[in-house]
């Protein structure tokens, strides 16, 4: 069956634009994440949704940064006022048990640029 | 100190060696072990987990946990040049949250 996808593959933008990434996750799956990978970073854990509500938010690293998911399903990751910093690789992950967070399916990430 | 520490490499290994990739944690409390893979401009992908301490084998893989040195394996055998890739190890750390390794750069030359 589909895997998760994630849209656009690659987004480079101008430093102080904002950016939206999309999860589209497997067909089911109650949970979904959102990580950053950075370059000698490893995944960094940004936030956890169980259908749509987010009750773990906490590795968002700035009030820049948001996320919704509707309908169960969808998820879009915001990111306000982009900077330099933010450039990375944003991997979307979902799972079809929210008690069975070791179990996670990632997609191929959006590659992010700022400029 | 980071909750999860791994040696990113680079490994270079002949085809069909036995390789080991290594992973330690800091806190006794954690319970589930992961190892994803994750091939160049791709997303992870879970090899396997592990509960508390203890081997798990899956064809060519073995995970093994000790949670007395709070160290994390995961064994390769008669490996080929399909499995280069860069392996994370993971773990859950608190409720939803998995905390990853930096990841182990590994090719295997034919």
């Known amino acids: 069956g589909a895997g998760v996808s994630q849209s656009p593959s690659n987004k480079v933008t101008e430093k102080g634009k904002d950016v939206e990434l999309r999860c589209d996750p497997i067909?089911?799956?109650?949970?979904l994440y959102w990580y950053r990978q950075s370059l000698g970073q490893g995944l960094e854990f940004l936030i956890y949704f169980q259908g749509n509500s987010a009750p773990d938010k906490s590795g968002l690293p700035s009030d820049r940064f948001s996320a919704e998911r509707t309908g169960g399903s969808v998820s879009t990751l915001t990111i306000q006022r982009t900077q330099q910093e933010d450039s990375a690789v944003y991997l979307c992950?979902?799972?079809?048990?929210?008690?069975?967070?070791?179990?996670?399916?990632f997609g191929p990430g959006t590659r992010l640029t700022v400029t | 100190q980071k909750e999860v520490e791994q040696d990113p490499g680079p490994l270079s290994v002949p085809e069909g060696a036995i390789v080991s990739l290594n992973c330690t944690y800091s806190n006794s409390a954690f319970q589930y072990f992961m190892w994803y893979r994750q091939y160049s401009r791709k997303g992870p992908e879970l090899l396997m987990y592990?509960?508390?301490?203890g081997n798990k084998e899956d064809g060519r893989f073995t995970a093994q946990v000790d949670k007395s040195s709070k160290y994390i394996s995961l064994f390769i055998r008669d490996s080929q040049p399909s499995d280069s890739a860069t392996y994370l190890c993971?773990?859950?750390?608190?409720?939803?949250?998995?905390?990853f390794g930096e990841g182990t750069q590994l090719t295997v030359n034919p």
């Open positions: 992950a979902s799972s079809p048990y929210f008690s069975k967070h070791y179990e996670q399916y």
């Open positions: 067909s089911g799956h109650t949970a």
């Open positions: 993971a773990t859950q750390t608190s409720g939803s949250r998995l905390t």
């Open positions: 592990t509960y508390s301490s």
